[in-house]
């Protein structure tokens, strides 16, 4: 079955930016029924849909963090990936990527990575 | 964006209790619904899609029912395996926006 894992640096300094990439395993990301997003848990705390990609390439990002992400695809390698800028210890979090299926009668996020913590920290 | 409500916040139950949690969203989400379990230091899980459908594998003593606005999760008959946060998720309209979670400990 299709896997998810994501990875990057555990330690970001604040104002800089924060990259993780999640690789799709046991599948194709190239699958038309599936918008690949990341979603961030900030420690006790709960869930925060951060963005998604679909395979064409169009993005959809939380009007909250618009100004500050960027979520990219890679099919060559089966990633996708996602950038957030001008960190702040406020962004210090779990981020996990997921895949949300969308096939009109059947619509969650139904496969998830295992998550990475992120903190943020000089 | 729509604000998700799950009460309670937390509860304790024993094993074999009827267990319900409770999400309201702010606006008609119709049946665009679902329910996550997330163990501790896991990634969550999901449990039940479009408001009231069983995801494959998942036990039947979980259910969930609703529509519009108010929504319930039930577990009939609670088991050890149980704990964790629970948390509901609609995907009306973007950004899909989770409650803030029901903790569910065993007594």
């Known amino acids: 079955q299709v896997q998810l894992q994501e990875s990057g640096p555990g330690l970001v300094k604040p104002s800089q930016t924060l990259s993780l990439t999640c690789t799709v395993s046991?599948?194709?990301?190239?699958?038309?029924?599936?918008?690949w997003t990341w979603i961030r848990q900030p420690a006790g705390k709960g869930l925060e849909w951060i963005g998604r990609?679909?395979?064409?390439?169009?993005?959809n990002y939380n009007p909250s963090l618009k100004s500050r992400v960027t979520i990219s695809v890679d099919t060559s390698k089966n990633q996708f990936s996602l950038k957030l800028s001008s960190v702040t210890a406020a962004d210090t979090a779990v981020y996990y990527c997921?895949?949300?299926?969308?096939?009109?009668?059947?619509?969650?996020?139904?496969?998830w990575g295992q998550g990475t913590m992120v903190t943020v920290s000089s | 964006d729509i604000q998700m409500t799950q009460s309670p916040s937390s509860l304790s139950a024993s094993v074999g209790d009827r267990v319900t949690i409770t999400c309201q969203a702010s606006?008609?989400?119709?049946?665009?619904l679902n329910w996550y379990q997330q163990r501790p230091g896991k990634a969550p899980n999901l449990l039940i899609y479009?408001?009231?459908n069983l995801e494959t594998g998942v036990p039947s003593r979980f259910s969930g029912s609703g529509s519009g606005t108010d929504f319930t999760f039930t577990i009939s008959s609670l088991q050890p395996e149980d704990i964790g946060t629970y948390y509901c998720?609609?995907?009306?309209?973007?950004?899909?926006?989770f409650g803030q979670g029901t903790k569910l400990e065993i007594k």
């Open positions: 997921a895949g949300f299926v969308n096939t009109g009668h059947y619509d969650a996020f139904d496969i």
């Open positions: 046991g599948g194709s990301i190239s699958s038309n029924s599936y918008y």
């Open positions: 990609i679909y395979i064409s390439g169009s993005t």
């Open positions: 606006q008609d989400i119709s049946n665009y």
């Open positions: 479009h408001a009231s």
């Open positions: 998720q609609h995907y009306d309209n973007l950004p899909y926006t």
